[in-house]
Every structure is written in structure tokens, then in C-alpha cells.
């Protein structure tokens, strides 16, 4: 044994042994204990509630796997089913409805559609409003389902009709402030065609001719003042078997053998009524009528030539 374990040992056997020792507990005790004990209870009734909000948002939301609510997440890219509102813009390439059911854009204003270029700047603007739908862009074209015709195209130059038949069923016609060229107006079976201009002249010109055809009914050409039927090269030809020249001018006719026969006869008879008469053109190209004769009866001195 050494020196140390010696006095070591000795010395712990001369120590004085008492039986009443004092002993201090370890740990929380008292209102420290009650403390601890009511914050981790809330803290476990704060917990159980945040769970139960947790699981009644996800069920009000509709949380799924999908997506969320009504808006699901595909291969295909994002689906929105129902009635949805965006309060931010939104940037898509496209947008399409089911098969079964259509597309419906509702605002409390007004739609707009705007198409941009590469830079940012608005090329194209489509604007569906309360009062008027208006469309800005370099050219507007309406095209046909199947194959794609060009139904109405119009741009800064002209406005394209591609339809195979152009109806007008207001009741005041078509209004054209300018000239229409079109190679083939016609009306509907059983109505009438009718060419009006109410203030000023009518003019239908063609370098080739110009050609009226009423096939099961009249034709009548009305003006106020005066109808020309000009024809510069070539000829005005009527085909008809009656032509007739109503409201001519009558023209009067006297000789002197007229004159001495007409003296000569009694005064108790009666000259026979003039029935045939003989159509008469004066120089500046008037017509009128001549009572007709054995020979020519028309004049070109005649009253109807001089006061034309």
C-alpha cells in the first residue's frame, strides 16, 4: 500500500459519521411546475386547432394530388373547370374549352384581346364592349370553318366580300356613297331588282357594254329630267315586237292640195279621222308624230323642231 492510499484511508475513517444528513431534491416543483404544465397544454390545444384548420382548408380548397380546387394539372398542361376569377393578368399560349361545352370570357366592362410582337408593342386589339365590338389591326379577315374562304377581309385599301351570294334585307336597300363595280347584280326569285338614286343621276358604264336582261318580267327606266343611251362606237339596237313611244308630241301638216281639197269638199262632210301617223326626228334628234300622207309629212321647220 502506498503512502497516499494510507492516508486516504485513514482519513475517510476518522471522519465523524452524523445520521441526520440533509438531502436537496432535484427538479421543478411549485407554481414553476404548474406553469410549465399549463403552456404545454395550450401549446397542445394551439396545435390541435392549427391541425384542424389545416384539414378544413385543404377540404374547402379541394387539395388533391391534381392541383387545387377547381384548377388541375395535367400532361397537357393546366385544366380550369367552372366559373373562375383573375384578378392579376394572365400569360398563356392557349386556351380552349372541352368538346362538350363552349368558351364563355364574361367581364362587367369590356373583353380585350391584345396580340404583341416580340418587343412588347400592340400589334392587334380585339375589344368586345356594351356598346360596339371594335377590332384594330392591319387586316381583318372572317374565314369559313372548312377550307378556310375568305368570307370578308378589310384593311386599309379595300374591304373583300368573299361569300358566293351578298344579301341586303334592310328595308332601305344598299347604300353606296361612291362607285360600285361589280360584273353581276341580281334580285331574289319573285322580287323586283330596282336601281334608285333619289337626288341625283344613275350612271351605269361599262367599256364592253352594258347588258339589262328581265327574263319574266319588265324593264322600265324612269327619270325626272332626261334618259340618255349613249352609245359611242357603235349602235342602239331594239329587238322587240312592239315598240311603242308614248306622250310624243303631235305635229301638224298642211299643202296646198290638202288645203284645196279640204276646200273644195262640202261642209257637211266630215273629214275622215287621221289614224296613221308618221314618226318624225328634227335635227337636234326629238321625236313626234305627223299625220301621214301619200308622201313624207315631216318637217324640219315644224314648231315642235323650232321650240325644242
Not at 56 to 82: A, C, Q, S
Request: with cysteine; proline share 4%; aromatic share 6%.
Amino acid at each position: 500500500m502506498t503512502r497516499e492510499q494510507y492516508i486516504l484511508a485513514t482519513q475517510q475513517n476518522s471522519l465523524p459519521r452524523t445520521e441526520n444528513s440533509q438531502f436537496y431534491p432535484v427538479g421543478i416543483y411549485g407554481w414553476r411546475k404548474r406553469c410549465l404544465y399549463f403552456f404545454v397544454l395550450l401549446l397542445l390545444v394551439t396545435m390541435i386547432v392549427n391541425l384542424a384548420m389545416t384539414i378544413w382548408i385543404l377540404k374547402v380548397m379541394n387539395f388533391t394530388v391534381d392541383g387545387m380546387g377547381n384548377l388541375r394539372v395535367t400532361k397537357k398542361g393546366v385544366r380550369l373547370e367552372g366559373i373562375s376569377e383573375f384578378l392579376l393578368p394572365l400569360y398563356v399560349k392557349e386556351i380552349h374549352s372541352r368538346k362538350d361545352s363552349p368558351l364563355v370570357l364574361q367581364s362587367d366592362r369590356n373583353v380585350t384581346v391584345n396580340a404583341r410582337n416580340h418587343m412588347g408593342q400592340l400589334t392587334g386589339q380585339l375589344t368586345v364592349g356594351a356598346d360596339a365590338v371594335e377590332a384594330q389591326c392591319k387586316r381583318f379577315e372572317v374565314r369559313t370553318s372548312e377550307g378556310g374562304k375568305v368570307l370578308f377581309s378589310a384593311d386599309e385599301d379595300e374591304i373583300v366580300i368573299g361569300a358566293d351570294r351578298l344579301k341586303v334585307t334592310g328595308t332601305e336597300g344598299a347604300v353606296f356613297g361612291h362607285s360600285v363595280e361589280t360584273p353581276h347584280i341580281r334580285a331574289e326569285p319573285s322580287q323586283d331588282l330596282k336601281l334608285e338614286s333619289p337626288t341625283r343621276s344613275l350612271v351605269m358604264e361599262a367599256p364592253r357594254g352594258v347588258q339589262v336582261n328581265a327574263a319574266a318580267g319588265d324593264l322600265r327606266a324612269t327619270c325626272r329630267k332626261e334618259l340618255h343611251l349613249q352609245s359611242t362606237e357603235g349602235e342602239i339596237f331594239l329587238n322587240a315586237d312592239t315598240i311603242r313611244l308614248g306622250n310624243l308630241p303631235m305635229g301638224s301638216f298642211s299643202s296646198s292640195s290638202s288645203f284645196s281639197s279640204s276646200s273644195s269638199s262640202s261642209p257637211s262632210s266630215s273629214a275622215p279621222r287621221q289614224t296613221i301617223y308618221e314618226l318624225c326626228a328634227c335635227p337636234n334628234g326629238k321625236l313626234y308624230l305627223s299625220p301621214a300622207g301619200a308622201g313624207s309629212t315631216c318637217q324640219s321647220s315644224s314648231n315642235i323642231c323650232l321650240w325644242s
